[in-house]
């Protein structure tokens, strides 16, 4: 037996105080409506029991009660609704600025893949007091990313990349779920993520990384494929000018206009022909079958890095020297 | 050839016993023993998924996957939550109590179509044969979800047979559900208006709509999972384009109506029942009345609160968050009407009795949770953890399950003509009650520490809570084992029923126990309301 | 199932009903309610188009640009005359012709045959074109063409028509029957529910193609 019978989980991150007091909310109000169901349930048995109370009343129902007591309920769902819903969007959405760091599950387990270069299997380091950003994206099924002590869960999807962020508060090892079945070792795709003082983040990344940030992975990648062939720096290329272009609108050739996010970049690569940006000819080969999705995320990060400076930027534009990260958190 | 005065036991002539051949029984049409075929099966499908459900327990007793190997824990929690789903609580109350007492309850000789009733139980007994088969020849370990790209592209077990087995049967909860909708609008004794029927009638018949309209896409989604099996390529398959996601929707469009199908009719019972054993009318008829329509509409609008996490837009989480907060009213009204019925009743502690005050208080704790869940910032938390196993636990066990246990005791002196023991009843209710908490409550705790779900082995800390589940489910195997003995033993031994022990008011009370095949001598003319407690005749 | 001494008056009257009329009138409405749950049955495979056409429209223009055209549209007026052939047949039990009955439903069930035919013919055709997703697709497509996409319209081409194909050929079988049946004088004027109800289910199959035809055959790149 464990020495220890723990009944709540960890606070150790910005979103949990938040999730607590709404669930504690909501225990009191449910809570409290439903003793009061079971004592009436309760004492009607007893005080209306045919010994006692041979008699039946013959009461039809009441229109007043009937309104009365759907409109309460109502009302404090209503507000349940309200609540939760504002607390889910501040979950879901990542801050400006937060960091990212990119995450690959496969069966049955997870590859991070940090900005500056830093590779990590199944553990997670990431500093205290500052917003990240995870980018996620599975090699095969359908995987979940579910941090308890967070309060955070996001499924990780083959096809497309999902995000989940948020800003740890107190140092400490967390367990890190994957919540999905996924397989014969779903129980086993267990991480850890590891919340460090700043100082001590900083020394762990500069800790060793001989590969350079993922975005210089990326440009290399680039170059090694022969996208710069065609994604010219300037307007004489058969394709797009991909400086600039990241989190900007774009214009297709059938009309529509999409983001250049993520997903778009990543797109873009594997079915070309899906996504015609307007004035180009679809002429651009597919890398299906040619790059896995670690690669595909050097890629992206390779593009945000040329991308306008107010746009979401990594922590490091600079090839091989890892950069440091900015010193100040941001204030919420 | 009807007579409403019982003399010692035996031998007039009714439904059972009319003809005792084999082949009257898998050749009969009567809805009653139609009824009673699908009972004897259903029971059997409860228990092999009670049987996986032991295992799982046992397993989880300790923190490593000792027991079994992870491919086999994984098998265990699909063929539980396969069996039990598709095979138990859909059909369970429609498929038995529905059968029997629809058409009596609207004073008709039988439902509409009696031999698709036939067929359908033939659809049933063929997929859950086929079931079985998949079950004895490495099983499936997809989870009942099926979600993909792990069971079209990635699962190595009997995916293909186990959706044949699920699609046919399907066939069988469609067949049941037009069934009994056109046999409600269409067969009523004279007089038997809509405002007149029992509220098990509205619920069965808010339930058949759902049927009706849900069943075919769960089937269309799962048939193109095996598609995709068969031909290795698929809609869902991001290699071609395709999009998992798209299956959820497909799925969960169905399966969230489904649990009002495994709902609806308990609620029905328990209208029923409650009304019964406080000799008085349900309060407020026609909320109740409404409100199982407006379960069965509603339901239809909520399926993506089962997919916040899955990667859909936060504005569409919103929208379906808001409706699941509207779907909770009408469960809410519901349990106050009940318990406004007992206010200032006469009442009787019976064993049906305790059933379904036991589960308008646990149905009432797994609806409060459902608050939880519908609340987008706990559910980002508690999603794929134990909490949820144990929010729809208490509502199937500790709601249908009980709803269908007190019907299947209120129900029984007319069925078999015989009564149950009562303090045997009794004892079952109450362990089956305690056991169920015991095994439950402790998931809620698990869950929101942190513990996911469908997890072979887990970390230490989860351990004490565990085991507080495993002895609860201990206990609860005892209270389901205890009815299944006493009700076979009354049988041969129990005390011969009269045509209405309980005294209630609905026309099935006024046939004698058991029925004869044709129901009703006469048919019935119909000038009361539902409950009108001084419709019946005199006391003796 | 034993009952009393029970005169029956009306030909075909099951012995739990009253009535025809509430025979009639529940074998009508059993039927309606059964095409509702094929509405809902099909209309999985419909979200499914137009989830992915939305998403992909150009892909699924380039892919409807290869169906038959001519193919399709003769289906279409098969589909058409033979559900005028058994709306006909209803008229003509009920007014007591009963063999006209037969012989109308025998030609439309012919007509589902010949539809099953012309697609068979298609469906060989999209073979040899290539346009058969999986190991054998070999599409003749323009360089930088959005393959997976059609590939995706073609799956659901596929998957949808072939669903319409297997409810076709239950509706032929269903025709065939009712068409012996009726040949043999089990149906009149008072009593031909069965020919109604199966006309009902070979409307509704018709009624799928309707909408089939033009969300496979007729999209065009042109923008709207």
């Known amino acids: ?332 | 050839m009807s007579s409403t005065v019982t003399t010692a036991a035996v031998e007039r002539t009714n439904y059972l016993n009319v003809d005792y051949s084999l082949k009257s029984w898998l050749l009969t049409t009567d809805h009653k023993r139609i009824a009673i075929l699908y009972m004897l099966s259903i029971t059997a499908m409860f228990f092999i998924g009670g049987a996986a459900a032991t295992l799982i327990r046992l397993e989880l007793l300790t923190p490593a996957g000792d027991l079994m190997s992870s491919d086999t824990y994984n098998k265990m929690f699909s063929i539980h939550g396969i069996v039990m789903v598709f095979f138990f609580l859909i059909p369970s109350i429609p498929a038995t109590l529905g059968n029997f007492l629809v058409p009596m309850m609207i004073g008709a000789k039988d439902l509409a179509f009696p031999k698709i009733n036939l067929a359908s139980w033939y659809m049933y007994i063929t997929g859950a044969g086929l079931m079985l088969y998949v079950i004895a020849t490495g099983g499936v370990d997809t989870g009942w979800t099926f979600y993909p790209p792990f069971s079209s592209t990635y699962s190595n077990t009997h995916v293909i047979a186990a959706i044949i087995a699920i699609f046919i049967a399907g066939f069988s909860s469609i067949f049941t559900g037009f069934n009994f909708i056109v046999t409600i609008h269409r067969m009523r004794a004279p007089g038997m208006t809509w405002s007149r029927l029992p509220l098990f009638i509205w619920g069965h018949y808010a339930t058949s709509v759902i049927m009706v309209l849900g069943t075919p896409v769960v089937a269309i989604a799962l048939s193109l999972i095996a598609l995709e099996r068969a031909f290795h390529l698929g809609i869902f398959d991001p290699r071609m384009g395709g999009d998992p996601v798209l299956f959820q929707h497909l799925f969960w469009f169905y399966s969230h109506p489904a649990v009002y199908i495994m709902i609806l009719p308990s609620m029905a019972v328990v209208s029923e029942v409650v009304s019964t054993f406080s000799r008085k009318r349900v309060f407020g008829y026609y909320a109740v009345a409404l409100a199982s329509v407006m379960i069965a509409v509603i339901g239809f609008l909520v399926w993506a609160h089962h997919m916040f996490v899955a990667g859909i837009s936060p504005y569409a989480a919103l929208v379906f968050s808001l409706l699941s907060y509207f779907v909770a009213v009408p469960s809410a009204i519901k349990v106050f009407n009940w318990t406004a019925t007992m206010f200032k009743g006469s009442i009787t502690l019976s064993t049906p009795m305790l059933y379904s005050m036991g589960f308008i208080g646990l149905f009432t704790m797994g609806g409060m949770t459902g608050l939880f869940v519908a609340s987008l910032g706990v559910d980002v938390h508690v999603h794929d953890t134990y909490f949820i196993i144990a929010h729809f636990h208490y509502i199937m066990v500790g709601g249908a399950v009980m709803g269908y246990l007190s019907g299947i005791h209120f129900w029984w002196p007319k069925m078999t003509g015989r009564m149950y023991p009562e303090v045997w009843g009794k004892i079952a209710a109450g362990t089956i009650f305690l056991g169920f908490n015991l095994t439950f409550f402790p998931q809620f705790v698990l869950g929101y520490l942190g513990m996911p779900r469908r997890y072979h082995a887990y970390p230490e800390e989860f351990q004490v809570l565990n085991v507080m589940s495993t002895a609860g489910a201990s206990i609860l195997a005892v209270g389901y084992v205890l009815p299944l003995i006493y009700l076979m033993w009354s049988l041969r031994y129990g005390k011969v029923a009269e045509d209405n022990p309980y005294r209630a008011t609905g026309l099935e009370w006024r046939t004698p126990s058991p029925p004869p095949t044709e129901n009703f001598a006469e048919t019935p003319i119909v000038t009361w309301d539902a409950y009108d407690y001084s419709s019946l005749p005199e006391e003796d | ?224």
Request: glycine share 8%; charged share 15%; hydrophobic share 45%.
């Open chain 1, 1 to 332: 037996m464990g020495e220890s019978l723990p009944l709540w989980p960890a606070r150790a991150s910005s979103m949990a105080a938040q999730t607590d007091a709404l669930v504690l909310f909501l225990v009191a109000v449910t809570g409290f409506f439903t003793l009061v169901i079971f004592i009436l349930i309760f004492s009607f048995a007893m005080k209306y029991r045919k010994e006692k109370h041979p008699v039946a009343a013959d009461i039809l129902g009441s229109n007043v009660l009937e309104v009365t007591w759907s409109i309460i309920p109502f009302g404090i769902f209503m507000m349940m609704f309200v609540w939760g819903a504002i607390v889910y969007m501040q979950e879901v959405r990542p801050p400006a600025n937060a960091m990212e760091i990119f995450v690959v599950g496969k069966q049955w387990m997870w590859k991070f893949q940090h900005q500056e270069g830093q590779r990590e299997i199944n553990q997670l380091h990431v500093p205290l007091g500052r917003d990240v950003m995870l980018t996620m994206i599975s090699q095969d099924v359908i995987h979940d990313v579910f941090i308890p002590a967070f309060r955070v869960k996001r499924d990780v999807l083959p096809g497309r990349y999902t995000t989940l962020w948020f800003r740890a508060i107190k140092p400490g090892r967390y367990h890190l779920f994957c919540s999905q079945y996924c397989g014969t070792m779903h129980s086993g795709m267990i991480g850890e993520v590891v919340v460090m003082e700043p100082a001590a983040y900083q020394a762990w990344l500069a800790g060793g990384n001989a590969e350079g940030s993922l975005a210089s992975t990326g440009q290399k990648l680039f170059q090694q494929l022969g996208c710069a062939t065609c994604h010219r720096f300037d307007t004489q290329g058969r394709g797009p000018n991909l400086v600039g272009v990241y989190g900007k609108p774009v214009l297709l050739d059938d009309g529509r206009t999409v983001t250049a996010d993520d997903n778009y970049i990543r797109e873009s690569v594997l079915t070309p022909g899906a996504k015609v940006v307007a004035g180009f000819k679809p002429i651009m080969p597919s890398f299906n079958g040619t790059v896995n999705e670690e690669q595909l995320l050097s890629l992206v990060a390779y593009v945000k890095s040329i991308s306008q400076p107010e746009q979401r930027q990594p922590a490091s534009n600079r090839p091989a020297v890892p950069a440091p990260a900015p010193a100040t958190p941001k204030g919420r």
């Open chain 3, 1 to 224: 199932m034993h009952d009393s001494a029970h005169v029956v008056e009306q030909p075909g009257l099951r012995h739990h009903f009253a009535d025809m009329e509430q025979q009639r009138a529940s074998a009508t409405l059993g039927m309606w309610v059964f095409l509702v749950t094929e509405i809902m049955f099909f209309g999985g495979l419909f979200l499914a188009y137009l989830v992915y056409r939305s998403a992909h429209f150009g892909a699924f223009a380039i892919g409807s640009e290869h169906m038959d055209f001519w193919l399709g549209t003769i289906n279409t007026v098969i589909l058409l005359c033979s559900s005028l052939l058994v709306a006909l047949s209803v008229h003509a039990v009920q007014v007591g012709k009963t063999k006209l009955c037969a012989v109308l439903l025998l030609i439309a069930a012919l007509c589902g045959v010949g539809f099953l035919g012309v697609k068979g013919v298609e469906y060989y055709g999209h073979y040899q074109e290539g346009a058969v997703p999986g190991p054998y697709w070999h599409l003749d497509l323009p360089q930088g063409t959005d393959v997976q996409n059609v590939q995706m319209f073609f799956y659901i081409y596929f998957v949808m028509t072939g669903l319409h194909a297997i409810h076709v050929t239950i509706g032929i079988g269903l025709l065939a029957v009712i068409a012996w049946f009726a040949w043999k004088g089990r149906y009149s004027p008072a009593y031909h529910n069965p020919v109604h109800v199966s006309g009902l289910y070979w409307h509704f199959v018709d009624v799928v193609w309707i909408f089939l035809y033009p969300l496979l055959y007729l999209i065009s790149a042109k923008k709207a």
